[in-house]
């Protein structure tokens, strides 16, 4: 939008190879995070979870042990997380607005 012209020259395939590797890189690493606070809980009593899908939530509702810690920690990356991708949609949009009302005629925003 603010560059149309110098949109290959940007997003080249090596941009767009950087940008894949760290969405992947993180998502692994937060996958990563995840698993590693629940194997640090203690387990005991029946260890039976009636589903299909086995996700980290059930799994730590089976613990013996205090979970307020892997707890505070999914919600501190949820927020990181989160927020960081609001924050660069929010500021990807200033951009575009400001680009739109910078343009002098009026067959350039129809």
């Known amino acids: 939008i603010c560059s ?3 949109y290959t020259n940007i997003m080249s395939k090596r941009g ?3 940008l894949t590797a760290g969405t992947w890189l993180t998502g ?3 996958s990563m ?3 590693s606070m629940t194997f640090t809980l203690s387990f005991c009593g029946p260890n039976k979870i009636s589903q299909y899908y086995c996700d980290i ?3 730590r509702a089976l613990s013996c042990s205090s979970t307020y810690f892997p ?3 999914r919600l501190l990356i949820a927020g990181i997380l989160g927020g960081g991708a609001f924050l660069v949609t929010v500021i990807s949009y200033i951009y575009i607005i400001s680009a739109i009302l910078r343009m ?3 067959d350039g925003r129809g």
Do not use: D, G, Y
């Open 16 to 18: 767009c190879a950087q």
């Open 28 to 30: 692994v690493i937060n």
């Open 57 to 59: 939530l059930p799994v």
């Open 33 to 35: 995070v995840h698993t």
């Open 4 to 6: 149309p012209l110098h």
């Open 71 to 73: 707890e505070l920690v």
């Open 104 to 106: 002098h005629s009026a």
